[in-house]
């Protein structure tokens, strides 16, 4: 089924996580490097799989299947005392803008600074009980946020005044994804939190921005069938 999501998808950091579950780190294989298993290798629900394809390719030569073994991903430690809250504009944001607004070249520091605190960043998450301050350094970064700041008013004083010290319970914070969402990462006071952040966005120009949040556990099922009687 992954391999199926990355045809279209074509990254697997969100399909990957909602696919398998909890706190995914995933990668592309380059097409050298996927191989597609042999039969005698296959479990019998992936025979009947790979049957089922060759029939439909067979009976239609339109229907496109995808290489085997895309992606590999694998799942990492995460505190359960951790909760997302999520923060959302009333504003759509194209990530086509959002991946526009980054530089076609990094300068090797930023790429180290970003390497150092993510190594820091996924063995901090897991810890029984979670350090704010280590979470909150290692969230740090110079690939993407920067260069985004101007396409979501209040980002940059956010990401500026926001501290555990002075946000007791907060993790840390970062824009989600291309944005506009900003995401939480806190232990407790999770609605004081979010009325901090929705504050810092109803105070920008013209206005202000609405914004509406959401608070989400961090869940480890991933995909599930569920049968109706």
Not at 37 to 62: C, F, G, I, Y
Not at 129 to 153: E, N, S
Not at 183 to 198: C, G, H, R, W
Request: proline share 7%; glycine share 6%; charged share 20%.
């Amino acid at each position: 089924m992954l391999d199926y999501c990355l045809m279209i998808e074509r990254h697997p950091d969100n399909v990957a996580a909602a696919l398998v579950g909890g706190f995914i780190a995933s990668y592309l294989l380059d097409e050298d490097d996927q191989v597609k298993k042999p039969v005698d290798k296959l479990s019998k629900t992936e025979r009947m799989q790979r049957e089922r394809e060759e029939k439909a390719v067979a009976a239609n030569s339109s229907v496109s299947i995808p290489p085997e073994n895309i992606s590999q991903s694998v799942r990492l430690g995460c505190s359960p005392k951790i909760k997302a809250v999520a923060i959302i504009p009333e504003f759509e944001l194209a990530t086509s803008k959002a991946r526009a607004a980054l530089p076609k070249t990094y300068a090797p520091k930023d790429v180290v600074f970003n390497l150092q605190r993510l190594a820091v960043l996924t063995t901090a998450l897991g810890s029984e009980t979670p350090d704010p301050w280590l979470i909150h350094g290692a969230m740090g970064d110079k690939v993407h946020q920067p260069y985004r700041m101007h396409l979501i008013p209040g980002l940059p004083e956010i990401l500026a005044t926001l501290n555990p010290d002075n946000t007791p319970g907060l993790l840390g914070i970062c824009l989600s994804g291309a944005g506009p969402t900003i995401l939480a990462l806190a232990v407790s006071n999770f609605d004081e939190i979010a009325a901090k952040i929705q504050a810092l966005f109803a105070k920008q120009p013209n206005g202000g921005v609405a914004t509406g949040y959401k608070l989400l556990d961090i869940v480890s099922d991933g995909a599930t069938c569920v049968q109706q009687s």
